[in-house]
T-cell receptor, first 113, second 112 residues
């Protein structure tokens, strides 16, 4: 069973607008969440993370929101730029279980000029 | 600061063969994790090494094995290759107890 799900395989957004990528999880033991970005022929690059004790974390154009009761997190990119076009993976970990990352299936973001 | 490097970048093997993939950790990182990413899916955790010992394992059979060396570099070995082992294999390094893992570019394995 998939413990981390990204239900939108792809998302297309106009340059300058907001991109919202969503992620749902089922395991209530997860206590740390991360977003990675992946370009073709490269490994995933860490983008931003959030601990379960927070509900928001912001870093420049990127903001992650966590709704623990709904087991849902989202990544907001404002404003979106063509260079943001990539596959975005949501990942979750449990600090008491060795910090292995459980990934969602990814969302391909296309930012159109 | 040197990032995570993996070798080789591409590899072609036939069913039943054995393969060894290599990974050098980011400078100062003492924990290495390996992931398998099948086409169109997210990475799946294989195992993690810390202080040269396996420190956690995902749902992979024993023919997937690994090593970590005193300099924190690591190997992933896969025996009796199957067609479904065709995937991108990613290595990630981190500091023990820290959540953020840093990934290499991966090794693309094709099993024919």
């Amino acid at each position: 069973d998939q413990q981390v799900k990204q239900n939108s395989p792809s998302l297309s957004v106009q340059e300058g607008r907001i991109s919202i990528l969503n992620c749902d999880y089922t395991n209530s033991m997860f206590d740390y969440f991360l977003w990675y970005k992946k370009y073709p022929a490269e490994g995933p690059t860490f983008l931003i993370s959030i601990s379960s004790i927070k509900d928001k974390n912001e870093d420049g154009r990127f903001t992650v929101f966590l709704n623990k009761s709904a087991k849902h997190l989202s990544l907001h990119i404002v404003p979106s730029q063509p260079g943001d076009s990539a596959v975005y993976f949501c990942a979750a970990s449990n600090n008491n279980a060795g910090n292995m990352l459980t990934f969602g299936g990814g969302t391909r973001l296309m930012v159109k000029p | 600061e040197t990032g995570v490097t993996q070798s080789p970048t591409h590899l072609i093997k036939t069913r039943g063969q054995q393969v060894t993939l290599r990974c050098s950790s980011q400078s100062g990182h003492n924990t290495v994790s390996w992931y398998q990413q099948a086409l169109g899916q997210g990475p799946q955790f294989i195992f993690q090494y810390y202080r040269e010992e396996e420190n956690g394992r995902g749902n992979f059979p024993p023919r997937f094995s690994g090593l970590q060396f005193p300099n924190y570099s690591s190997e992933l070995n896969v025996n009796a290759l199957e067609l479904d082992d065709s995937a991108l294999y990613l290595c990630a390094s981190s500091l023990a107890g820290r959540n953020i893992q840093y990934f290499g570019a991966g090794t693309r394995l094709s099993v024919l």
